[in-house]
């Protein structure tokens, strides 16, 4: 056998590479379930209409962003994360959980995520800027649409929740583990 037809092993770029397409494809998921949550709490009350609205659009572009992740595990042969069952559960819990607690206490989780996430992906195209041009720019854009987001989730009213800041750090700790677990798992 000679060695020309062994495939070779990703080198320690491309591996960084599969640990970012990873986070973020995992990223979008749990974001998805987030705001299925949310949405399945709100859709059923009466009087949410509005906020219900809100929280369909942004669930809609995070769907996007997962199908553009979708499509690049794929054509970069990247394996999603062994952990999105527990994403699916988790962010639809977290979702379905704050909005049991009201409009404010929802938009304060919306609110923590997308902080963690729009930094996240800021360092990500930072760090993708030379290797990877096309990728590190639809990080970026990409962050630019969690920044709407969050200054949504905070215009309707996001800090005024209970124990806001409370909730902010647990659920931003929560998102970094889930990071941190998602690339390398």
């Known amino acids: 056998m000679s060695y020309a037809s062994t495939p070779s092993r990703?080198?320690?770029r491309d591996k960084r590479l599969h640990e970012?397409?990873?986070v973020d494809h995992a990223g979008e998921y749990g974001a998805v379930q987030i705001y299925r949550g949310q949405r399945a709490i709100f859709d059923r009350a009466r009087g949410r209409e509005d906020i219900a609205a809100v929280l369909k659009?942004?669930?809609k572009g995070e769907a996007a962003h997962l199908k553009t992740f979708d499509r690049l595990l794929a054509e970069r042969s990247v394996r999603p994360t062994l952990l999105a069952p527990i994403w699916n559960a988790a962010g639809f819990a977290l979702g379905a959980a704050t909005a049991l607690m009201g409009e404010k206490a929802a938009m304060a989780a919306t609110a923590a995520?997308?902080?963690?996430i729009e930094k996240h992906y800021a360092a990500q195209a930072?760090?993708?800027e030379a290797?990877?041009?096309a990728l590190a720019e639809t990080v970026a854009r990409f962050r630019e649409d969690e920044l709407g987001h969050k200054a949504t989730a905070e215009a309707h009213g996001a800090k005024e929740a209970p124990a806001f800041t409370l909730m902010r750090a647990v659920i931003s700790a929560g998102c970094r583990v889930a990071i941190g677990?998602?690339?390398k798992i």
């Open 126 to 128: 930072a760090e993708l």
């Open 181 to 183: 677990l998602s690339e």
């Open 113 to 116: 995520v997308e902080d963690v």
């Open 131 to 133: 290797a990877e041009p």
């Open 20 to 22: 970012m397409l990873r």
């Open 10 to 12: 990703p080198g320690p």
């Open 57 to 59: 659009e942004m669930e």
